[in-house]
């Protein structure tokens, strides 16, 4: 993703974020508002239909405290006659009074007179079965107070609700005792509600607490609540509704007042909302677009200006970038790029010098896709044109000298794919010559694990290569005088020194030969001389055969080995086994016979004076083009790779022997390999190209 695609991401994400946190905030704020609004209004509504019931039955009260006490009251009942009743219980003052129904208990509880007022008809009926049934139901409403007694509440009048007022009958002055009880009630029938609704603006209802048309769960709320229990819910999504609880006479749960009201302030709440959040995103919009716009003019397009002149850097010889005017972070970065530009270029002219002084140079291989990159400085070093860039791994390959580009061929891949990679390779140059490299690389793995490509050094090692060689040619020409000279010196201590010593022996034991009465300690004496005149022949003679070893000469190498293990089993006792595997009519040259003979020899002499070895095993075997001399001893071993320097001088192992070896192998173009460590012997093996040709290798 572009760096302008990710700034208009971020800035849109930004702000779309803050829109949708401010969205959240507004609505959890504004509409909680208008929600605790909407719930007040309703609580105060329904705060208004009980005001207008309790006002109804505060009227009904002074109604019946007007009648109850009331001496034309007090005598009725203490002396029941019809015209109080024709006088006074008419559908007229029942209408004036919005009284539905009036009844008069004596002071002993007999009903004297009820009635029930029906207003649409206008006529007065008996009432006396609804209210002995009330009266049945509600007993407490004759229980009151001989003087003060008064009783006010909700009771339910022929199945009906009704506001009901209980007084005690005693005369004007509140004289008695008290004639009975006086009842008045007016039904809280279905005109009724309407007339409270038309007057409160309200859509109210009362319903029975066990009402399915109450929402579920609210007869348990408002039970668990005080005297005045009321709840708010919400019935839908354009009506809310205020419940309060009506208890009757005896306090118990007698019906529901039900408010309803339109939702209009919610709904002004969610306008509000849309409102803002309108607002809000075109705000936003407004202020992202302008944020988008001086992000652009002073940041991204120069910062994008800026990559664009260092996508081309190297391109049409473009070597810097543009520097910026000013003191912002773009202005330093396009100096500092500059800066490290200039150190780049010195930094690389550094390497090109210090590179092409060393002749050393860098290559990677693309494995997957047959390529390869050649520094400049080795093409340079073999005369070619190398662009720096990938170029065909086979055009590399035809450069290799023949044998190393056969021997690359066989590799499998898996060689090449090793964490580390060391070569020696001969590379042909333009102008005929071969040059030798050092190659070194490491592989480097994909993403998957395995590698796909190997980056390394070449070293150009021709100098070394023809150093090394002249001093393999000296050294070979310094083996053979050596082998010369002490062919020489064993020549002349058998034929010369060895006679002579011979000759002086015989004479030494001929001396007294014809003499008379010899005296036996002069003979004593003439004895031992020839003894030591012995003994010093045989060591002249074994120096000899160490100089040149005349097993060599006529009997071959397999046999001089053979009898070279033989004598040193005879000498020391070690037991030597030896065993040629392949010899049969083998060719062997006299150089390779006797540098074999001489590093057996020494090996045998190692295992014999440092080893402490009880068995030797030697083995020489022919494996074509090289013969493979192994030699095993059970002695006490010891650490190859040891640096004895830093070992007290009387700890330090003789090395000059493994030096010697190696160098006689090395000069006849082979190896040799020491195995060994502590308590485990030492086993050296040396493979050493012969001369010779097999009479079966045709």
Not at 130 to 155: H, N, Q, S
Not at 192 to 198: F, G, L, M, R, T
Not at 513 to 532: F, H, K, W
Not at 575 to 582: C, P
């Amino acid at each position: 993703m572009s760096l302008r695609k990710t700034a208009v991401v971020i800035v849109c994400a930004t702000f779309f974020g803050l829109l949708l946190l401010l969205y959240a905030m507004f609505r959890g704020n504004i509409q909680s508002g208008f929600d605790g609004l909407e719930r007040q209004a309703v609580t105060e509504n329904l705060r208004r239909v009980q005001n207008a019931l309790a006002r109804d039955l505060k009227n009904l009260e002074g109604m019946a405290a007007d009648w109850g006490l009331w001496d034309d009251t007090y005598r009725y009942l203490k002396s029941p006659d019809a015209a109080y009743v024709e006088a006074n219980l008419t559908a007229q003052s029942f209408g004036e009074l919005h009284l539905d129904v009036l009844a008069l208990f004596d002071a002993s509880g007999r009903l004297q007179a009820a009635k029930r007022y029906d207003a649409a008809e206008g006529v007065l009926f008996d009432a006396s079965q609804p209210i002995a049934d009330m009266v049945a139901a509600m007993p407490a409403l004759l229980r009151l107070d001989a003087w003060e007694g008064r009783k006010t509440g909700i009771a339910f009048f022929d199945g009906q609700p009704c506001l009901v007022a209980a007084q005690t009958v005693l005369t004007n002055a509140r004289e008695g005792p008290p004639a009975g009880t006086l009842l008045m009630a007016q039904i809280l029938d279905a005109a009724k509600v309407q007339a409270i609704s038309e007057l409160t603006l309200l859509d109210v209802a009362l319903l029975p607490p066990t009402s399915r048309e109450l929402p579920q769960g609210l007869r348990a709320q408002l039970d668990a609540g005080q005297e005045t229990a009321s709840a708010v819910r919400i019935l839908n999504e354009t009506t809310v509704g205020g419940f309060a609880l009506l208890r009757s006479v005896l306090g118990d749960p007698a019906l529901v007042l039900a408010v309803g009201m339109p939702r209009s302030i919610h709904h002004q709440g969610r306008l509000l909302e849309r409102a803002v959040v309108g607002s809000l995103m075109a705000i936003g919009l407004m202020f992202g677009l302008a944020m988008l716009y001086f992000v652009e003019r002073f940041i991204l397009s120069r910062v994008t200006e800026l990559g664009a002149e260092i996508g081309q850097l190297g391109q049409g010889g473009r070597s810097r970038v543009t520097e910026f005017a000013g003191n912002d972070e773009v202005s330093a970065l396009s100096r500092a790029i500059n800066l490290m530009l200039d150190e780049l270029d010195a930094a690389r002219a550094n390497y090109v010098m210090a590179t092409q002084a060393a002749k050393v140079g860098v290559w990677e291989l693309l494995l997957d896709e047959g390529l390869v990159i050649v520094d400049p400085v080795i093409a340079d070093l073999l005369g070619y044109d190398s662009p720096g860039r990938p170029e065909p791994l086979l055009l590399w390959l035809g450069r290799l000298a023949s044998e190393d580009r056969d021997r690359l061929r066989r590799e499998p891949r898996e060689r090449l794919e090793a964490p580390t990679l060391e070569r020696e390779l001969g590379i042909q140059s333009a102008g005929g010559d071969v040059l030798w490299f050092l190659c070194r690389g490491r592989a480097v793995s994909g993403p998957d694990g395995a590698p796909h490509r190997v980056v390394g050094t070449a070293v150009d090692i021709t100098e070394l290569k023809q150093a090394a060689e002249s001093i393999r040619a000296l050294s070979g020409r310094l083996m053979q005088a050596q082998e010369s000279e002490r062919a020489s010196i064993a020549r002349d201590l058998h034929d010369n020194v060895a006679q002579d010593l011979s000759s002086l022996k015989i004479a030494y034991e001929t001396l007294l030969d014809g003499l008379p009465n010899v005296d036996a300690a002069l003979r004593q004496r003439l004895e031992t001389s020839a003894g030591l005149l012995a003994r010093t022949i045989a060591a002249v003679r074994e120096l000899a055969y160490g100089l040149r070893p005349p097993n060599l000469e006529h009997l071959g190498l397999d046999l001089a080995l053979r009898r070279l293990g033989q004598e040193m089993e005879q000498a020391c006792g070690i037991a030597v086994s030896y065993l040629g595997v392949g010899l049969d009519g083998l060719d062997v040259n006299a150089d390779v016979a006797i540098n074999i003979y001489r590093i057996a020899q020494e090996a045998l002499g190692n295992a014999r004076k440092h080893a402490g070895a009880s068995h030797i095993d030697m083995r020489l075997i022919e494996s074509y083009p090289k013969l493979i001399l192994r030699i095993h001893d059970n002695g006490c071993g010891f650490d190859p790779g040891r640096d004895d320097r830093d070992c007290p001088v009387d700890a330090r192992r003789p090395r000059m022997g493994l030096v010697n070896m190696r160098e006689r192998a090395g000069l006849l173009g082979g190896s040799l390999r020491i195995v060994a460590s502590p308590g485990h012997g030492t086993t050296v093996v040396a493979e050493i190209p012969y001369a010779g040709e097999l009479p079966h290798a045709e």
